[in-house]
């Protein structure tokens, strides 16, 4: 299958399927939202030395060091620029899972999550912008659209911003009401998010797996680069096994779900970028729960598997 037919390939969304997503996506983000307590920004001005390599890792180092595997792989222009488009997205709401099951820092990785959450509807179009913009072939694609990063802020925003605002109002105004809410809520949108996702692959079953196969070896690549990233940015800057497990699993596990909007809403649904963005969401999800159990087989040091053991109490 030569690349170039990848973009041909109009995958089946209607406007109200992607908006459907859309809604999907900000239920999520507000299911997490009623999760975040202060604390966990107040965390990172009290220790913040693990959260703060992780978001340079997450921002600043996984979307250049992606850029510059776009150079060495030389994939399909719209694959590249579906790759850096992953890159400038936040960290999963799987990541604080998969942290506790790699034995990891949880308290790091929520930290990561609701600063990265804030930070990436800002950061998600500045990246995209800079780095897409460096490459000929991808800029080409960014000319075309005419991709404005202040439209992109504004559907970023839209989708994380307003939820995660309403999320921190209703606990710190209603907090019976969100305690009484929080987990059938995030069990109802996670439901509600698996089943739209789910359909939307229904949907164009044919054309992905007619597809895949030109992605994957990128999405692989790209995926592990991200978990190492991660993990060794940590380990080079001095951090614990537990906190390093904690920014690797944060790195590696990208909010594909949002990149595959901004796809839509921007790109037309471009086959390459679609295509990439979509397997990398199934990918990510395979690649940290089998990076979570190669954690587990890893014994802590005494002191932290101590720490470790006290924070499930």
Known sequence: MEPLAIDQVRLNFNPQ?????NAAIGLMMLGVSLDLKLDDFKRILVSPKAPCIGLMAQFILLPAFTFLLTLILKPHPSMALGMILVAACPGGNLSNIMTYL???????????TA?????AIVM???????????NPATADILRRVS??????????FVILGIPLIIGQMLARFFPNLADRVRRPFKIFSLIFFILIVGGALAANWNNFLSYVGIVMFAVFVHN???LNLGYWSGRLAGLDERDARATCIEV???NSALGLVLVFNFFDGLGGMAIL?????VWHIIAGLATAFIFTRRPLPDPERADHEASRV
């Open 17 to 21: 399927g992607l908006m459907a997503i």
């Open 102 to 112: 790699a034995k990891g820092n949880c308290a790091v990785s929520i930290s990561m």
């Open 115 to 119: 600063i990265s959450t804030v930070a």
């Open 124 to 134: 998600t179009p500045l990246n995209l912008s800079i780095w897409g913009s460096l």
């Open 147 to 156: 991709l404005s990063p202040v439209d992109v802020f504004i559907t970023v």
């Open 224 to 226: 592990a680069l991200a």
């Open 252 to 254: 590696g596990i990208q």
């Open 277 to 281: 963005v979509a397997w990398w969401g």
